[in-house]
């Protein structure tokens, strides 16, 4: 067997069995159970759930922002080899600020509402680094021509309640980004903004790390955003990923029913659209068997009320926890499932 | 004859010293069973124009005739008899429905109002046969609304728009807060009453792809005025608006090989307390040439029967076609 001719890069991002769990004296929530992933130098992955998923928990341990009483039991997260799960506080600090840049979805909870602007940059940037105020200045004025800020000086003078939702958000990115990360996490940074502002907002992001080469995790309930912006997509479902892999393989031919129904309930002309059926497990208790049981279509392995099944290679680069192969029983692509001839 | 017509409509909010033109001169019509999707973004005026078309906002000038009564016209009294028949579904479910008031009691206040003459076992009757037909599991009457899920708040407040019967039910994104599995459930369940009560929608969304789905005709709104309306393929296939042309090209497709050209704006909203001059979308319009845009709003002209766009300009003459 030939070598590779290159190996693979190292991943910049390496997840590895992350368990998070939010516990009080009357119960415990297992928000994660065993999620595991890694992004490459360069790759913006899509990480998309709907609520309760667990997907901003993950990203909030990615990023060591979990809110007490959530905390990682289980697992690592590795920002290129270094564990920054039981690092110090300060160290990781250090780390995180200047290597992972973090857009929120609401920028005004991001933004500090009594400082001006100017304030936050020098904030942010004399935390990592020395800086004449001069110099900062220049700095963050030139962030703010790049997001497309038509006049950066008088928002520098401002306070952000001053700044409309999509200027907010520039201003945000802005902030992420000056201290030129090589990660950036998004979570949801668009849930909220009119169309042709979430647009406008995306392609910046995406200009932004592509310029760079920046990797990005882009968190979103949108499979447009997913389709649009990611090469790669994790699908979350109870606190586990069901199913990873290329956008155009996930999103065209899903390996998991979770990621087949989910592609389902997009709103398209003429098709029909399927709601979910069943319920999503409470994560108080978590079920013995297939997290996706109760509203499985296709359940029909012994394994499946019994095993939590593991993430196994159905293709190239394209993991499913699932015991079976959906794909054998479907006759088209989802995407196209309500035109199915014959069906009604 | 229409259900529902709206004719030079127009509203003004004060707020302090400066007037809020949310609403600058809207006819827009909708038939008996049909769906009319209004789409425009945050401060078109869409949501003002719901509740025009409801009576809760009174115009400033012109006229609203909902089945055959002028709402201007009517008295406090005979508003409320005709709220009967036509109704709202907000947006956020949880908070349009009252925290103290069980599931039951909530969709049995309307029939209290417009129907005094029926006992309670009639009314419970009432309120069981509408929670199944929405779908709702009966055995949920005495629950209060934060006892549901999302997906069950909505279906309460769509059991509590239809419990009365009416003919027009205005929905304000009804679904914009909901996870895609569950907003499928609702649009299902919307469009199954619609066919089964004979229901007239005005849906008020931003959303492209569930309008695709959901309308028979579309009003695309900007600045307070609708710039294009007409059957959906039309509006949604062959744009002859360039803001219309603008906004579709922003909606994001779900499929991965599809990736249509993003025609982006520039610029913002102009402010709707002073209103432009000439064509509202002059500062931010690619077309731009006709010497009237600058100086005069453009006349909303039917282009192809039902199909009616507000500008000087053609763009279905100078793009090819999407």
């Known amino acids: 067997m030939a070598p590779a001719a290159t190996s693979p890069p190292a991943p910049l991002l390496e997840v590895s069995n992350l368990e998070v769990q939010f516990r009080s004296r009357r119960r415990t929530v297992h928000a994660v159970n065993g999620v595991s992933f890694s992004i490459r130098e360069g790759e913006t992955v899509g990480l998309v759930g709907e609520t309760g998923c667990g997907k901003s928990a993950t990203v909030r341990a990615v990023i060591g922002l979990l809110k007490p009483p959530g905390r990682i039991t289980e697992g690592a997260v590795r920002l290129d080899g270094t564990d920054l799960v039981d690092l110090p506080p300060r160290q990781l600090r250090q780390i995180r600020g200047a290597s992972i840049g973090f857009v929120p979805q609401n920028p005004f909870g991001a933004l500090n509402p009594v400082l001006r602007i100017e304030r936050q940059f020098r904030n942010v940037i004399r935390s990592h680094r020395r800086g004449r105020p001069a110099e900062i200045r220049r700095t963050a004025l030139a962030m703010l021509d790049a997001v497309g800020i038509a006049d950066p000086e008088r928002v520098l003078r401002g306070y952000a309640h001053e700044l409309s939702g999509g200027m907010a958000q520039r201003v945000v990115i802005a902030l992420a980004m000056v201290l030129n990360p090589r990660l950036v996490v998004a979570d949801e940074p668009t849930t909220g903004l009119d169309l042709t502002i979430q647009r406008q907002i995306l392609d910046l992001i995406r200009d932004l790390a592509e310029t760079e080469g920046r990797s990005m995790l882009l968190v979103t309930h949108d499979v447009g955003v997913v389709a649009q912006y990611c090469s790669r997509v994790l699908v979350m479902y109870a606190g586990q990923v069901v199913e990873s892999g290329p956008v155009r393989k996930v999103l065209t031919e899903p390996a998991h029913p979770y990621t087949e129904a989910l592609l389902a309930a997009v709103p398209r002309r003429g098709e029909r659209l399927v709601g979910a059926q069943g319920t999503v497990p409470t994560l108080l208790q978590l079920p013995p068997g297939c997290f996706y049981y109760d509203r499985c279509q296709y359940r029909s392995d012994p394994r499946c009320a019994t095993e939590t099944p593991a993430l196994r290679e159905v293709g190239p680069e394209h993991w499913a926890a699932v015991h079976y192969d959906i794909g054998a029983d479907r006759p088209v692509s989802p995407l196209r499932a309500g035109s199915a001839p014959g069906s009604d | ?322």
């Open chain 2, 1 to 322: 004859m229409a259900l529902v017509t709206l004719s030079g409509v127009r509203k003004t909010f004060r707020r302090g010293r400066s007037q809020v033109h949310a609403v600058n001169g809207v006819d827009l019509h909708i038939e008996p069973g049909e769906t009319l999707a209004l789409i425009g973004e945050s401060g078109s005026g869409k949501s003002t124009v719901g509740r025009l078309a409801l009576g809760l906002l009174q115009p400033d000038e012109g006229t609203v005739v909902v089945d055959g009564h002028h709402l201007e016209q009517l008295d406090r009294k005979a508003l409320q008899a005709a709220r009967r028949n036509m109704t709202i579904v907000f947006q956020e479910p949880f908070q349009s429905l009252d925290p103290l008031m069980s599931v039951g009691r909530i969709i049995e206040e309307p029939v209290v109002i417009h129907e005094p003459s029926l006992t309670p076992a009639e009314r419970r009757e009432r309120v069981e046969d509408t929670m199944r037909r929405v779908i709702l599991d009966p055995g949920l009457y005495e629950r209060r609304p934060r006892e549901l899920s999302g997906g069950q708040q909505q279906r309460v407040g769509v059991a509590r728009a239809i419990v009365t019967g009416p003919k027009f039910v205005v929905l304000d994104e009804p679904t914009s807060s909901l996870d895609l599995s569950v907003q499928a459930g609702i649009l299902e369940l919307l469009a199954n009453l619609q066919q089964e009560l004979d229901l007239a929608y005005l849906f008020i969304s931003h959303d492209i792809g569930t309008v695709d789905f959901f309308s028979d005709r579309v009003a695309v709104m900007y600045l307070g005025q609708v710039v294009e309306t007409g059957p959906k393929a039309a509006v949604l296939d062959t744009p002859r608006h360039p803001y219309t042309e603008a906004l579709l090209s922003a909606a994001l497709s779900a499929d991965p090989t599809e990736q249509p050209a993003h025609i982006s704006l520039t610029g913002d909203i102009p402010s709707p307390t002073e209103l432009p001059e000439g064509c509202f979308f002059y500062s931010r319009c690619g077309y731009r040439g006709d010497p009237r845009c600058a100086t005069e709003n453009p006349p909303l002209r039917e282009v192809t029967p039902g199909h009616w766009v507000a500008t000087f300009c053609d763009v279905g003459s100078t793009t090819p076609d999407g």
